[in-house]
């Protein structure tokens, strides 16, 4: 079983920076892919961005160019990096992780961001 515990949500001005975390029970080395997915009120959760095991990413295209995700294998952690927030970026944020040759993959609990003045 895989543990995904995330960490930095909030709420943050119209502009403003927000870093979330997200740190796995295990290596991150196990993980062929590792990602964060959003969802807002009512919708279906959605891709925001992921990182595979070689280190290739995927953004959304709503997010590109603001938002950045990294990760640190020696502490397990995949980071997402939110920059010039928009009230559309609202929502609840998932991590996500998938072990390899695993065919489904380990969500963590959720964090809330808010984007408000």
């Known amino acids: 079983q895989v543990q995904l515990v995330e960490s930095g949500g909030g709420l943050v001005q119209p502009g403003g920076s927000l870093r979330l975390s997200c740190a796995a029970s295990?290596?991150?080395?196990?993980?062929?892919?590792m990602g964060w997915f959003r969802q807002f009120p009512g919708k279906q959760r959605e891709l925001v961005a992921t990182?595979?095991?070689?280190?290739?990413?995927n953004l959304a295209d709503s997010v590109k160019g603001r938002f950045t995700i990294s990760k640190d294998n020696a502490k397990n952690t995949v980071y997402l990096q939110m920059n010039s927030l928009k009230p559309e970026d609202t929502a609840v944020y998932y991590c996500?992780?998938?072990?390899?040759?695993?065919?489904?993959?380990?969500w963590g609990q959720g964090t809330q961001v808010t984007v408000s003045s």
């Open positions: 996500y992780a998938r072990v390899s040759g695993a065919a489904v993959g380990y």
């Open positions: 295990r290596s991150s080395f196990s993980f062929n892919i």
């Open positions: 990182m595979t095991s070689n280190g290739s990413t």
